[in-house]
């Protein structure tokens, strides 16, 4: 099998790129290196954390709790994560019955 083939079946399975966005050799190059560059610092990250998750898994909890106000390392390893009767902390009451 030809280098490109299994650079570009590297991509698609560990860098997530399951298309194009643009079709320009600068829109390709621009996808492809942002996503090397987030591939590198979960890497790093797994790495300094001592993360025993796969890199698979820390994407997926990383894409879910995007928007959310949980510090990396409690989102990644389960660590001081507590169960509390009614509202979060952070949440605002919508309607007061």
């Known amino acids: 099998m030809r280098s490109v083939e299994l650079f570009f079946r590297w991509i698609?399975?560990?860098?997530?790129?399951?298309a194009f966005y643009g079709t320009s050799i600068n829109a390709v190059k621009t996808?492809?290196?942002?996503?090397?560059?987030?591939?590198?610092?979960?890497?790093?990250?797994?790495?300094?954390l001592e993360i025993d998750r796969s890199?698979?898994?820390?994407?997926?909890?990383?894409?879910?709790?995007?928007?959310e106000k949980t510090p990396l390392f409690q989102a990644l390893t389960n660590e001081g994560v507590a169960i509390s009767e009614g509202l979060p902390s952070n949440q605002l009451i919508l309607f007061d019955f």
Request: charged share 20%.
């Open 12 to 18: 698609k399975q560990y860098l997530r790129i399951k």
């Open 31 to 48: 996808q492809v290196w942002i996503a090397v560059c987030v591939y590198l610092l979960i890497a790093i990250a797994k790495k300094e």
């Open 55 to 67: 890199m698979g898994e820390i994407l997926q909890i990383l894409s879910i709790g995007l928007f």
